[in-house]
């Protein structure tokens, strides 16, 4: 049905489908007092592949969004009792980012004046009504290909792309805002290969290269629903978050003789690679103190013959 409205152009078309398969199953938010135009917008974006839920004015909307977090689209009205469209526009973006949620704002016929100020809001587009449904299919694609194109620039922001791990950059960001959560019983490792030169220079760049990833799959099956991130050409942070010092050792010791057992074969040659694993704890410091502590621990290893962890 949407494909058919869009029949005069066949690149658009190609876009539509891309878009719909993501939509799917994504959640969007009507807000609307005219059971009307709730209804013909949800059929519609429906039709698009949204799993759609409806609210009767602003305060309703603002409790489901408070509510559910994976809500990805809010289309509202601007006229409704209780809470209209501005002031639900303005409450929402003080929890949900332009990036993170997508708003359309809807208002009458001859208020144009109301659908620009649903921008300077925070909204990311508007309808005046009534409106065509080829204009709304339009506008609800363009606004989501918007926010799937953040998505992907983020995630390739704060990804390491030979590893595929989490990035320096992500790995600052995400540990200073943990360290914000005084409550928590945190830990953090550094991990740096060891001899990584020799690797290099016995078998190749290449072969080292190859080495890495196979390093950074390995933490990531052997930390799940940790973070891991790629921080130094072979060198790896892991922030436990909950997890204690004691508790942490046994783990990253368990990593390092998984690793040091790891029979690494690459371009026809067979080797294996060591690391030394420093351990700090990760609450009520700042991040200088505890990346400091960690180093040290470090250095601590490398000292100690290498392959081990030090705490
Ligand atoms: P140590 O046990 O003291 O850590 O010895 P090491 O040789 O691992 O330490 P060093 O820091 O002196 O050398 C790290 C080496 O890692 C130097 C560099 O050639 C290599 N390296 C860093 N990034 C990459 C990369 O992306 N690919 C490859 N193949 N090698 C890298
Ligand atoms: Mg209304
Ligand atoms: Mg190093
Ligand atoms: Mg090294």
Redesign the pocket.
């Known amino acids: 049905y949407v494909i058919k409205d869009n029949r005069d152009s066949y690149h658009y078309a190609v876009k539509l489908v891309a878009q719909l398969l993501r939509n799917q199953g994504c959640k969007a938010l009507v807000a609307d007092d005219s059971l009307l135009s709730r209804s013909l917008m949800k059929q519609m974006l429906e039709k698009q592949l949204f799993d759609v839920q409806v609210a009767h004015d602003g305060e309703e909307a603002l409790k489901i969004l408070k509510k559910d977090a994976e809500i990805k689209l809010l289309m509202t009205d601007y006229a409704m009792p209780t809470m209209d469209g501005f002031e639900l526009v303005k409450a929402v973006r003080n929890f949900r980012g332009r990036d993170d949620l997508a708003i359309i704002g809807l208002s009458g016929a001859g208020k144009h004046g109301l659908s620009a100020r649903f921008i300077k809001y925070g909204a990311n587009d508007f309808l005046t009504k009534p409106f065509m449904n080829e204009e709304f299919h339009c506008r609800v694609l363009q606004t989501m290909e918007q926010l799937s194109l953040i998505a992907d620039i983020k995630e390739s922001a704060y990804r390491d792309d ?1 590893t595929g791990l989490y990035n320096r950059r992500y790995f600052y960001q995400f540990a200073e805002s943990l360290l914000k959560e005084t409550a928590r019983k945190n830990s953090l490792a550094l991990l ?7 690797i ?1 220079d016995k078998f190749g ?1 290449e072969a ?2 190859q080495a ?1 990833k196979q390093v950074a799959s390995l933490l990531r099956s052997s930390f799940k629903g940790f973070t891991v991130a790629r921080v130094g ?2 060198e790896f942070a892991i922030v436990l978050a909950d997890i204690s010092l004691e508790q942490a050792y046994p783990l990253l010791d368990a990593f390092r003789s998984r690793l040091a057992a790891y029979d690494f074969v690459i371009n026809g040659q067979s080797f294996t690679i060591t690391v ?1 694993i420093g351990l700090a704890k990760f609450q009520n410091v700042t991040l200088t103190s505890a990346m400091r502590l960690a180093d040290k621990a470090l250095y601590q290893a ?1 000292a100690q013959d ?1 392959d081990c962890v030090v705490q």
């Open positions: 030979l740096d290969i060891d001899f990584f030169k020799a290099n760049h080292g290269d890495l050409g072979e030394s490398k290498r």
